[in-house]
C-alpha cells in the first residue's frame, strides 16, 4: 500500500484527551480514611482456584482482595445490591482514569446511572507504575476469559473461564437460572492482573502478575453492592488461561462495615443527573 505524500504529517497530529477529568468530582480520601480507621469487619469469602465467590457490601462499607497464598489474578464484577441492571461499567472506567486503575479511581457503574460504585482506598501494588514493556496492573482493558472465545479458538468445552465461574456464583446468590444470570455477567476489573498492548502490533498481552502474598487491592462501596470474584483459570497469568494447566490459589474478600453514626450524614452519590429525552 502507497503512502500518501502527507503520511508523516498526518501521524504527526498531537493527541487529545477524549474526557478531560478536571471537572470529575473527586473523592474525599481524608473522609474515606476515618470511615475506614473505625470499620468493622463483618465477613470474609474466600474464593477457590478456579472457583469464584460473591459478597454484599453496604453503601460506606469497604471491601479488601487479598492475596493469601500464593501469585493470583482474579476478575470482578459488581452490581447494585438491589438492582442488577446498575453494574460496572469496565469500557467508562477506562475512559475517565485510563488503562489500569489504582488509589483514588473509581469503578463507574453503566447507563443510565452512571455513578460511582466503589473507590479504590489502598493498593499494595501501586509502586508497580508501567513496566517497559508498557503493561500495568489492575486493568480494565481486558473483558473476561470465557469459554466461547476459548472454543472459537481452541475447540473443546470448558467450564471453568471467568466468565463461566462469575456465572455461577450470580445465579447461586440470587437463584436466578444459569443462563439468565449469565446475562448480567459484564466485562470485569481485572484485579491484580498485569497487561498491556504490545507496541508493534497493538495485542493485549498478560505477563506474569506481580502480586504476592499479603498484597491488597481495598474498595470503599460508594452504593450497596452485590460483588462477584473469580479466581483466574489462568494462576497469575504468566503463560495461558482456560485451561487447568496454570498454578491457581485462592483469593481472599473481606468485607467491613462502618458504623453508621461515622457515616453521618455522607450518603451514596446520587444517579447521574442527564434527564434522558435523548432530544425528543
Same mark, same amino acid.
Not at 11 to 29: G, N
Not at 138 to 155: A, M
Not at 259 to 265: E, I, Q, T
Given at each position: 500500500?502507497?503512502?500518501?505524500?502527507?503520511?508523516?504529517?498526518?501521524?504527526?497530529?498531537?493527541?487529545?484527551?477524549?474526557?478531560? &477529568? =478536571?471537572?470529575?468530582?473527586?473523592?474525599?480520601?481524608?473522609?474515606?480514611?476515618?470511615?475506614?480507621?473505625?470499620?468493622? @469487619?463483618?465477613?470474609?469469602?474466600?474464593v477457590a482456584p478456579r472457583a469464584a465467590g460473591t459478597f454484599r457490601v453496604p453503601a460506606g462499607g469497604?471491601?479488601?482482595?487479598?492475596?493469601?497464598?500464593?501469585?493470583?489474578?482474579? =476478575?470482578?464484577?459488581?452490581?447494585?445490591?438491589?438492582?442488577?441492571?446498575?453494574?460496572?461499567?469496565?469500557? @467508562?472506567?477506562?475512559?475517565?482514569?485510563?488503562?489500569?486503575?489504582?488509589?483514588?479511581?473509581?469503578?463507574?457503574?453503566?447507563?443510565?446511572?452512571?455513578?460511582?460504585?466503589a473507590t479504590i482506598v489502598a493498593d499494595t501494588l501501586g509502586w508497580y507504575g508501567k513496566d517497559d514493556?508498557?503493561?500495568? &496492573?489492575?486493568?480494565?482493558?481486558?473483558?473476561?476469559?470465557?469459554?466461547?472465545?476459548?472454543?472459537? !479458538?481452541?475447540?473443546?468445552?470448558?467450564?471453568?473461564?471467568?466468565?463461566?465461574?462469575?456465572?455461577?456464583?450470580?445465579?447461586?446468590?440470587?437463584?436466578?437460572? !444459569?443462563?439468565?444470570?449469565?446475562?448480567?455477567?459484564?466485562?470485569? !476489573?481485572?484485579?491484580?492482573?498485569?497487561?498491556?498492548?504490545?507496541?508493534?502490533?497493538?495485542?493485549?498481552?498478560? @505477563?506474569?502478575?506481580?502480586?504476592?502474598?499479603? =498484597?491488597?487491592?481495598?474498595?470503599?462501596?460508594?452504593?450497596?453492592?452485590?460483588?462477584? !470474584?473469580?479466581?483466574?483459570?489462568?494462576?497469575?497469568?504468566?503463560?495461558?488461561?482456560?485451561?487447568?494447566?496454570?498454578?491457581?490459589?485462592?483469593?481472599?474478600?473481606?468485607?467491613?462495615?462502618?458504623?453508621? =453514626?461515622?457515616?453521618?450524614?455522607?450518603?451514596?452519590?446520587?444517579?447521574?443527573?442527564?434527564?434522558?429525552?435523548?432530544?425528543?
Amino acid at each position: 500500500m502507497t503512502e500518501p505524500a502527507d503520511a508523516t504529517a498526518r501521524r504527526a497530529v498531537k493527541p487529545v484527551i477524549c474526557y478531560p &477529568v =478536571d471537572t470529575l468530582p473527586q473523592p474525599d480520601m481524608a473522609l474515606y480514611a476515618g470511615f475506614r480507621a473505625q470499620a468493622v @469487619k463483618t465477613g470474609e469469602v474466600v474464593v477457590a482456584p478456579r472457583a469464584a465467590g460473591t459478597f454484599r457490601v453496604p453503601a460506606g462499607g469497604f471491601f479488601r482482595i487479598s492475596s493469601i497464598e500464593g501469585p493470583q489474578v482474579g =476478575d470482578l464484577n459488581l452490581w447494585h445490591a438491589e438492582d442488577l441492571s446498575e453494574r460496572f461499567y469496565s469500557g @467508562k472506567t477506562r475512559a475517565l482514569h485510563g488503562t489500569h486503575v489504582t488509589t483514588g479511581q473509581r469503578l463507574w457503574s453503566s447507563f443510565p446511572t452512571l455513578r460511582p460504585m466503589a473507590t479504590i482506598v489502598a493498593d499494595t501494588l501501586g509502586w508497580y507504575g508501567k513496566d517497559d514493556f508498557g503493561g500495568s &496492573v489492575h486493568d480494565v482493558i481486558g473483558t473476561r476469559c470465557d469459554p466461547y472465545t476459548h472454543n472459537l !479458538l481452541s475447540g473443546g468445552q470448558y467450564h471453568h473461564c471467568c466468565h463461566s465461574n462469575l456465572t455461577r456464583a450470580l445465579a447461586d446468590a440470587t437463584g436466578l437460572p !444459569l443462563q439468565e444470570a449469565e446475562r448480567h455477567v459484564h466485562d470485569v !476489573l481485572n484485579v491484580f492482573m498485569c497487561t498491556g498492548f504490545t507496541r508493534d502490533t497493538g495485542q493485549y498481552f498478560m @505477563k506474569a502478575s506481580p502480586v504476592r502474598p499479603g =498484597d491488597y487491592l481495598e474498595f470503599l462501596a460508594e452504593i450497596p453492592l452485590l460483588g462477584a !470474584l473469580s479466581a483466574c483459570p489462568g494462576g497469575d497469568c504468566s503463560a495461558q488461561h482456560s485451561s487447568d494447566q496454570a498454578a491457581c490459589h485462592p483469593l481472599l474478600v473481606e468485607v467491613f462495615e462502618t458504623p453508621a =453514626d461515622v457515616l453521618g450524614d455522607w450518603v451514596s452519590p446520587r444517579v447521574n443527573a442527564y434527564d434522558r429525552s435523548h432530544g425528543r
